[in-house]
């Protein structure tokens, strides 16, 4: 394309500061895993703010901090295009729903509690790599798939934790989706439709969202993910929820089954509550360990009925999530 210029960076998305996205017109992602997209989403979300008198009104104070958000992604032959305007159409946070559970573990469990092999899988993988090497994991290596696979197994013996395998380590480290090279084609023209219609205004954007499915011919199809009034993200009501928690529920538990469940699909949650203070925190190292032993109590023990629990998580940049509990 005669004069565009590209610029390549080589890094996670996390990595650069908000000066860096705020100077884009449109922004257009191809990123391959949802713990990215929520980040990013929460992320131009915050940047847009709202007026206040008293509480939001809904109105956006400026529109200039209004950044377009185009997200594609393919999962062999199907694939979607998503059009997101923060804080005017529903955002990637509204329609979570969506999508399952991503298979993943509670950093907590990994580091504190393992009870399964794909939790010392995870712990080598995530935790050991990075204390021995500085250097990203190959996951194409054999030799590095094979000092993730010795030291699970080490881990597990430790737990008298059976059925880590070599097979089951390259299941977890590498969890393999076939790319089509015709669906990713689509899928990227129409993101680049998209985005030429943001910056040309040549014609009405899609609203908000395109399907489509190549395995029994050509189909594609568009519908419309509406606000959601509960988002954490983007709804500024959704700022506190009721929660029913047992009193006999484990903290460890309520992290695991509620948290990191279909509502909220937090990956590494940290928790304070008002009256307690904080019951457990990711990081650093030293106050996860301290706090550890909160793991393993009851709900009932730690909170009472009216505390409100705030709840951060890597995935949701800024975003704090409160819960005011009523034990059950």
């Not at 995870?122 to 994991?137: G, L, P």
């Not at 597990?156 to 059925?163: N, T, W």
């Amino acid at each position: 394309v005669p004069g565009c210029n590209v610029t390549a960076h080589v890094g996670k998305i996390q990595d650069k500061d908000h000066s860096f996205y705020r100077q884009f017109k449109v922004i257009v992602s191809g990123l391959d895993n949802i713990d990215a997209r929520r980040w990013l989403n929460s992320l131009l979300v915050d940047f847009v703010e709202l007026e206040t008198e008293g509480e939001d009104t809904g109105e956006i104070r400026d529109p200039d901090q209004v950044i377009p958000f185009i997200d594609g992604g393919t999962e062999g032959f199907r694939g979607q295009v998503r059009v997101i305007v923060p804080r005017v159409t529903s955002c990637f946070e509204c329609s979570l729903f969506a999508f399952p559970p991503q298979k993943a573990f509670p950093m907590c469990t990994i580091a504190q509690t393992p009870r399964i092999p794909e939790h010392c899988i995870a712990y080598a993988y995530m935790v050991e790599w990075e204390k021995h090497f500085t250097r990203a994991i190959d996951k194409d290596s054999p030799d590095d798939m094979k000092w993730i696979f010795e030291r699970a197994l080490a881990r597990a013996e430790e737990y008298r934790i059976p059925g880590v395998t070599y097979f089951r380590t390259m299941g977890v480290v590498k969890n393999i989706i076939p790319a089509i090279a015709s669906t990713n084609a689509i899928i990227s023209a129409a993101s680049v439709l998209e985005a030429t219609k943001i910056v040309t205004y040549c014609s009405q954007t899609l609203n908000v969202n395109m399907s489509y499915g190549g395995t029994e011919g050509v189909y594609t199809n568009t519908f419309v993910y509406e606000q959601n009034p509960e988002c954490i993200v983007c709804s500024p009501a959704a700022a506190r929820r009721k929660v029913d928690v047992p009193r006999t529920m484990l903290l460890e538990d309520f992290m695991t089954d509620v948290l990191a469940g279909k509502d909220y699909q937090l990956k590494s949650p940290s928790i304070a509550a008002s009256r307690a203070g904080v019951l457990y925190m990711q990081n650093p190292k030293t106050l996860r360990e301290q706090l550890a032993p909160n793991l393993l109590k009851p709900m009932g023990e730690l909170v009472q009925t009216g505390d409100v629990l705030n709840i951060t998580d890597p995935n949701l940049h800024s975003v704090s999530l409160g819960l005011e509990v009523v034990l059950v």
